[in-house]
């Protein structure tokens, strides 16, 4: 016997089974005339309707049968189901498939089989009308014409119920829409309920599109998918696309369409996808939209799914706008009553430490808001302005955070780190309003463990004409919109007459609590600080103590860095150099700046500066306090300084070459005869061209290599040879300072892999820099030597020398020994910089020491090739 294979569209052709509604539901009439009508013309002994499921045959109608239903593994429907004609197997008996087939052998003892499919609207094979007799039989193409034509009219009798539900659900809608009383977000759901059965899709959403934002108003989806409230970036939605359409926008495979690379695809896989603009009020609200993982073909989106969208949509847009006039009214009635109430507690209790908080809850149930703060501007003595909140939501999230919660909430919290939402209402008086603080630059995110901030209203609070504090509002589910900023106005004119009041109190008890408010200060500047600051064991490295901002750099929770040494989360290659700081610190009592990279908690590295101190606690145990500062801003600005250095060098050489084309023509008389004083200045003006030419040649060559734009040749070169003509092309130079160049070595045979244009680069800048740092008279020596497989070229100088204290500068960019205005030789401070990078990239070193007797040497070692 063979067991019947399963279709390669199963998962799908079972979703169109089930969509029928036909499965387990009692006999009818319409298809039990039909089985009869074939039991009689073939003169069969049964006849069925057969849906076949996952794991078995099930028959909707049957004519000589007994049972309902029978395994698949034994069907003869599920073979049939396989075929886009009819399956016909005359005689059982004789075919290997079925002759030992349980229901060959066995009751009801079929002798032959005819099975036509049953295909679904969309395109699925659902089941069979088939033909059963205990006896071999062959069938003409006459009577499987017939049988053809019945199975047709089971399909019929389908799609027949299929427009019915259609029917039905336009009932259901209208039902809905004559009562729609109480809450209007749950009779919204309900028509989203209602949209879901119809059309077959799991997900169904009321969205309200603000900007770039996407808000999920009222959804239907399977459990834990999605929240009401939700927002999301509206480029990240299918409505992005469906607002640009003035009609329904339906997407039947998204993989297949055009829209295959959306970010909603790849990120949530939605295959297929209908929905609709939503106009309230004559303005774009959002969109009615529904959706599913599975891709739903072969036939689409019906024209009575259209149709049906587009009719709930004038319903859900119709109950969307009589939401809004309610919720107006409900706001205005609110604003009236919170008004009220806060001028008298203003009046009655000015200095009730209760007034502000009291209102402040009004606040957030007006609004619709979970957190809250309202707080007055202070400034220290240098003018610098910070927050000290009146009252706040207890945003507590572990114990520590508790703890300095209860602790302060007395006195109020002073916030002085305005590199944030709220320092942005400080900085400019103005308000601040973000719905999407995981997208807002302005937002400097939240330590681990903190609850989650979605969106934020920030508003200044006057007193007449002085900006005296400010009220922050955040994760109201719906976001805010400016009109909040209207209807909350009379109540931040009244906030600003009670920080008035309770700024006379404040002053009147400032003695009594300088000692409290100090302690909080400096625990604030700890936990609050911008910059991470850590306690660990000199000895063992552990960590005893870390501040919220370090936290927010690492990535670590508290509890998980509490848990580790420094090693840990410092990358294997800064071992050497972190044994240097370590003896550093040891003998000097700090160290610092010292930058590094440390290692994230989900692996990634970042740059930081860490400054550390020594000290003992009561027991004697070896300490170091750290500032860890996250440079990684830093390094991207300086990714920006650099291509602007760049853009600024690359525009100069434009008119630097025609200032240096007037000034030669002008040095040459073709404007006449010069007078001598005119001739020493043009002179001049020539020479400095030259090492304006040099700078932005310099700066160029950094930018490149900086970038790895710079390309390189590579080829065997001769030594000797080209170190003969940069010395020759640099005579006159030598000239100039009166010094003699020389080639010397013994090996006139060496060769090097390099790049000959970059080398001769190389070569020509440390040539130039010991011809400018010798004394007058003296000899320069180019030196050709073999260094264990590198081929050596040495620069010796008998002049000044490199300081000791700038030797471990020497290749840094625009270094200069001598940094004053007044030093004896020009150039870019950035020749050894580019130098120390061509070598790199030739795969070679360069390096410096002293000359004996005095002087400097430079050298580059590049690889040997050996003579062929």
């Given at each position: 016997?063979?067991?019947?294979?399963?279709?390669?569209?199963?998962?799908?052709?079972?979703?169109?089974?089930?969509?029928?509604?036909?499965?387990?539901?009692?006999?009818?009439?319409?298809?039990?005339?039909?089985?009869?009508?074939?039991?009689?013309?073939?003169?069969?002994?049964?006849?069925?309707?057969?849906?076949?499921?996952?794991?078995?045959?099930?028959?909707?109608?049957?004519?000589?049968?007994?049972?309902?239903?029978?395994?698949?593994?034994?069907?003869?429907?599920?073979?049939?189901?396989?075929?886009?004609?009819?399956?016909?197997?005359?005689?059982?008996?004789?075919?290997?498939?079925?002759?030992?087939?349980?229901?060959?052998?066995?009751?009801?003892?079929?002798?032959?089989?005819?099975?036509?499919?049953?295909?679904?609207?969309?395109?699925?094979?659902?089941?069979?009308?088939?033909?059963?007799?205990?006896?071999?039989?062959?069938?003409?193409?006459?009577?499987?014409?017939?049988?053809?034509?019945?199975?047709?009219?089971?399909?019929?009798?389908?799609?027949?119920?299929?427009?019915?539900?259609?029917?039905?659900?336009?009932?259901?809608?209208?039902?809905?829409?004559?009562?729609?009383?109480?809450?209007?977000?749950?009779?919204?759901?309900?028509?989203?309920?209602?949209?879901?059965?119809?059309?077959?899709?799991?997900?169904?959403?009321?969205?309200?599109?603000?900007?770039?934002?996407?808000?999920?108003?009222?959804?239907?989806?399977?459990?834990?998918?999605?929240?009401?409230?939700?927002?999301?970036?509206?480029?990240?939605?299918?409505?992005?696309?469906?607002?640009?359409?003035?009609?329904?926008?339906?997407?039947?495979?998204?993989?297949?369409?055009?829209?295959?690379?959306?970010?909603?695809?790849?990120?949530?896989?939605?295959?297929?996808?209908?929905?609709?603009?939503?106009?309230?009020?004559?303005?774009?609200?959002?969109?009615?939209?529904?959706?599913?993982?599975?891709?739903?073909?072969?036939?689409?989106?019906?024209?009575?799914?259209?149709?049906?969208?587009?009719?709930?949509?004038?319903?859900?847009?119709?109950?969307?706008?009589?939401?809004?006039?309610?919720?107006?009214?409900?706001?205005?009635?609110?604003?009236?009553?919170?008004?009220?109430?806060?001028?008298?507690?203003?009046?009655?209790?000015?200095?009730?430490?209760?007034?502000?908080?009291?209102?402040?809850?009004?606040?957030?149930?007006?609004?619709?808001?979970?957190?809250?703060?309202?707080?007055?501007?202070?400034?220290?003595?240098?003018?610098?302005?910070?927050?000290?909140?009146?009252?706040?939501?207890?945003?507590?999230?572990?114990e520590a955070s508790r703890r300095f919660y209860e602790d302060n909430i007395a006195e109020g919290l002073e916030f002085r780190n305005l590199d944030n939402l709220f320092g942005s209402v400080i900085a400019t008086g103005q308000p601040v309003l973000s719905n999407?603080?995981?997208?807002?630059?302005?937002?400097?995110?939240?330590?681990?463990?903190?609850?989650?901030?979605?969106?934020?209203?920030?508003?200044?609070?006057?007193?007449?004409?002085?900006?005296?504090?400010?009220?922050?509002?955040?994760?109201?589910?719906?976001?805010?919109?400016?009109?909040?900023?209207?209807?909350?106005?009379?109540?931040?004119?009244?906030?600003?007459?009670?920080?008035?009041?309770?700024?006379?109190?404040?002053?009147?008890?400032?003695?009594?609590?300088?000692?409290?408010?100090?302690?909080?200060?400096?625990?604030?500047?700890?936990?609050?600080?911008?910059?991470?600051?850590?306690?660990?064991?000199?000895?063992?490295?552990?960590?005893?103590?870390?501040?919220?901002?370090?936290?927010?750099?690492?990535?670590?929770?508290?509890?998980?860095?509490?848990?580790?040494?420094?090693?840990?989360?410092?990358?294997?290659?800064?071992?050497?150099?972190?044994?240097?700081?370590?003896?550093?610190?040891?003998?000097?009592?700090?160290?610092?700046?010292?930058?590094?990279?440390?290692?994230?908690?989900?692996?990634?590295?970042?740059?930081?500066?860490?400054?550390?101190?020594?000290?003992?606690?009561?027991?004697?145990?070896?300490?170091?306090?750290?500032?860890?500062?996250?440079?990684?801003?830093?390094?991207?600005?300086?990714?920006?300084?650099?291509?602007?250095?760049?853009?600024?060098?690359?525009?100069?050489?434009?008119?630097?070459?025609?200032?240096?084309?007037?000034?030669?023509?002008?040095?040459?008389?073709?404007?006449?005869?010069?007078?001598?004083?005119?001739?020493?200045?043009?002179?001049?003006?020539?020479?400095?061209?030259?090492?304006?030419?040099?700078?932005?040649?310099?700066?160029?060559?950094?930018?490149?290599?900086?970038?790895?734009?710079?390309?390189?040749?590579?080829?065997?070169?001769?030594?000797?040879?080209?170190?003969?003509?940069?010395?020759?092309?640099?005579?006159?130079?030598?000239?100039?300072?009166?010094?003699?160049?020389?080639?010397?070595?013994?090996?006139?045979?060496?060769?090097?892999?390099?790049?000959?244009?970059?080398?001769?680069?190389?070569?020509?800048?440390?040539?130039?820099?010991?011809?400018?740092?010798?004394?007058?008279?003296?000899?320069?020596?180019?030196?050709?030597?073999?260094?264990?497989?590198?081929?050596?070229?040495?620069?010796?100088?008998?002049?000044?020398?490199?300081?000791?204290?700038?030797?471990?500068?020497?290749?840094?960019?625009?270094?200069?020994?001598?940094?004053?205005?007044?030093?004896?030789?020009?150039?870019?401070?950035?020749?050894?910089?580019?130098?120390?990078?061509?070598?790199?990239?030739?795969?070679?070193?360069?390096?410096?020491?002293?000359?004996?007797?005095?002087?400097?040497?430079?050298?580059?070692?590049?690889?040997?090739?050996?003579?062929?």
């Amino acid at each position: 016997m063979k067991t019947p294979e399963l279709p390669a569209n199963e998962t799908a052709r079972l979703h169109s089974l089930r969509a029928t509604g036909l499965l387990d539901t009692p006999a009818d009439e319409c298809f039990d005339r039909l089985t009869r009508l074939a039991q009689g013309i073939f003169g069969v002994k049964i006849a069925l309707v057969s849906l076949v499921d996952e794991k078995r045959q099930w028959f909707k109608s049957c004519q000589g049968l007994e049972v309902r239903e029978t395994s698949r593994d034994i069907s003869f429907c599920g073979h049939s189901i396989l075929q886009d004609q009819i399956f016909v197997v005359p005689n059982t008996r004789e075919d290997e498939r079925f002759r030992d087939n349980p229901l060959v052998t066995g009751s009801p003892w079929i002798g032959c089989y005819a099975g036509a499919p049953l295909v679904s609207p969309d395109g699925f094979a659902l089941g069979t009308l088939c033909i059963i007799d205990d006896k071999p039989r062959e069938f003409s193409a006459t009577q499987l014409r017939q049988l053809r034509d019945l199975a047709d009219c089971v399909e019929e009798e389908i799609r027949h119920r299929q427009r019915k539900r259609y029917y039905r659900a336009l009932e259901q809608l209208s039902l809905l829409r004559n009562d729609s009383r109480g809450d209007p977000r749950e009779h919204l759901r309900a028509g989203l309920q209602l949209g879901c059965e119809y059309l077959r899709l799991p997900f169904g959403i009321v969205s309200h599109i603000r900007d770039d934002d996407y808000r999920v108003v009222v959804q239907v989806s399977p459990p834990g998918a999605l929240a009401d409230g939700q927002t999301f970036s509206l480029k990240d939605t299918y409505c992005a696309l469906t607002l640009q359409e003035n009609k329904v926008l339906a997407i039947d495979h998204m993989a297949g369409s055009r829209y295959a690379s959306h970010p909603c695809y790849r990120q949530f896989g939605l295959e297929s996808y209908i929905g609709i603009s939503l106009q309230v009020a004559g303005r774009c609200y959002g969109t009615l939209n529904f959706s599913s993982p599975d891709a739903r073909t072969p036939t689409g989106f019906s024209d009575f799914d259209y149709e049906f969208v587009q009719l709930l949509a004038r319903w859900v847009s119709f109950l969307l706008e009589r939401w809004e006039v309610d919720t107006e009214l409900m706001r205005y009635r609110q604003v009236e009553q919170a008004v009220a109430q806060a001028q008298a507690s203003f009046i009655n209790r000015p200095e009730h430490p209760q007034a502000f908080a009291e209102l402040l809850e009004e606040i957030l149930h007006f609004t619709g808001s979970e957190y809250g703060f309202i707080g007055e501007i202070l400034h220290d003595g240098d003018g610098s302005p910070y927050l000290k909140t009146n009252t706040i939501t207890n945003l507590a999230w572990n114990e520590a955070s508790r703890r300095f919660y209860e602790d302060n909430i007395a006195e109020g919290l002073e916030f002085r780190n305005l590199d944030n939402l709220f320092g942005s209402v400080i900085a400019t008086g103005q308000p601040v309003l973000s719905n999407r603080l995981a997208d807002d630059t302005r937002s400097s995110g939240t330590p681990e463990g903190h609850p989650t901030i979605q969106n934020f209203l920030g508003l200044p609070i006057y007193h007449g004409n002085q900006f005296v504090g400010m009220m922050g509002l955040a994760n109201r589910a719906e976001g805010y919109e400016k009109s909040m900023m209207e209807d909350l106005a009379p109540l931040l004119r009244t906030v600003g007459q009670l920080m008035e009041a309770s700024r006379v109190q404040r002053q009147q008890r400032a003695s009594e609590l300088s000692l409290k408010r100090s302690e909080a200060r400096l625990r604030g500047l700890f936990e609050l600080s911008p910059v991470g600051i850590a306690l660990n064991e000199l000895d063992s490295g552990r960590f005893l103590e870390v501040n919220d901002a370090y936290l927010v750099s690492s990535g670590y929770s508290r509890a998980e860095l509490l848990a580790l040494e420094y090693r840990d989360i410092t990358p294997g290659e800064y071992g050497a150099e972190d044994a240097i700081q370590r003896e550093i610190l040891i003998s000097k009592g700090q160290f610092g700046p010292y930058e590094k990279e440390l290692i994230r908690k989900d692996g990634s590295h970042y740059p930081v500066i860490i400054y550390g101190m020594l000290v003992e606690d009561a027991s004697g145990r070896r300490l170091i306090w750290s500032i860890i500062e996250d440079i990684s801003e830093r390094k991207r600005l300086a990714v920006m300084q650099r291509e602007f250095v760049s853009t600024v060098s690359h525009e100069l050489r434009t008119p630097l070459t025609a200032i240096s084309a007037a000034l030669a023509m002008v040095s040459k008389g073709v404007a006449g005869a010069l007078p001598v004083q005119a001739e020493t200045m043009i002179g001049l003006a020539l020479r400095n061209r030259e090492r304006l030419q040099e700078l932005i040649d310099d700066i160029l060559d950094m930018e490149k290599l900086v970038a790895g734009k710079m390309s390189f040749r590579f080829e065997t070169c001769a030594l000797v040879p080209l170190l003969s003509r940069v010395i020759e092309d640099n005579h006159s130079y030598a000239e100039r300072f009166s010094v003699r160049c020389e080639l010397a070595g013994d090996a006139p045979d060496i060769r090097a892999m390099a790049d000959p244009k970059r080398l001769t680069q190389v070569v020509a800048n440390l040539l130039s820099n010991a011809i400018k740092f010798s004394h007058e008279g003296g000899v320069v020596q180019v030196r050709v030597t073999r260094e264990d497989g590198y081929a050596r070229v040495a620069v010796i100088d008998h002049g000044v020398g490199v300081p000791e204290n700038f030797q471990h500068r020497l290749f840094g960019a625009f270094a200069q020994a001598d940094g004053s205005d007044s030093r004896r030789v020009g150039g870019t401070g950035l020749g050894l910089a580019i130098s120390k990078k061509l070598a790199d990239k030739m795969n070679g070193r360069i390096g410096y020491c002293n000359t004996d007797g005095g002087g400097a040497t430079f050298y580059i070692d590049l690889p040997e090739v050996s003579a062929p």
